[in-house]
Nanobody
Framework: QVHLVESGGGWAQAGGSLRLSCAASGGAFSSGMMGWFRQTPGKEREFVGVLGWSRGGPSYTTAILADAVLDRFTMSRDSAKNTVNLQMHGLQPEDTAVYYC????????????????????WGQGTQVTVSS
């Protein structure tokens, strides 16, 4: 059973930075995708970014980010720790949300990677609050 644990959430002032991490345990992702979604009360879950990688065949690591965060957020992976990170800079109050980590062993197309229903595993979420 894969278990995802997010960490690094908290409070930041507008313009500040936070780094979220998602650690996967209970399963080996020799290839797969780990993504970040966020949600605020009364709103639908929103895609933030996804990082996919493969060790079989052509090796690749690629990240896709939502337009709203493309110039402020970056994603990285620590394969040794089975962890994916979301580095957030230039935070704005509209970034306030609960951030969820999601993972799948599937190799999703770009359009599919943006949909939460295509992920098999989810973390419990971590709150990010940005004040103006």
């Amino acid at each position: 059973q894969v278990h995802l644990v997010e960490s690094g959430g908290g409070w930041a002032q507008a313009g500040g930075s936070l780094r979220l991490s998602c650690a996967a345990s209970g399963g080996a992702f020799s290839s797969g995708m780990m993504g970040w979604f966020r949600q605020t009360p009364g709103k639908e879950r929103e895609f933030v970014g996804v990082l996919g990688w493969s060790r079989g065949g052509p090796s690749y690591t690629t990240a896709i980010l939502a337009d709203a965060v493309l110039d402020r957020f970056t994603m990285s992976r620590d394969s040794a720790k089975n962890t994916v990170n979301l580095q957030m800079h230039g935070l704005q109050p509209e970034d306030t949300a609960v951030y969820y980590c999601a993972a799948t062993n599937s190799r999703l197309p770009v359009s599919g990677a943006r949909l939460g229903r295509n992920y098999d595993h989810w973390g419990q979420g971590t709150q990010v609050t940005v004040s103006s």
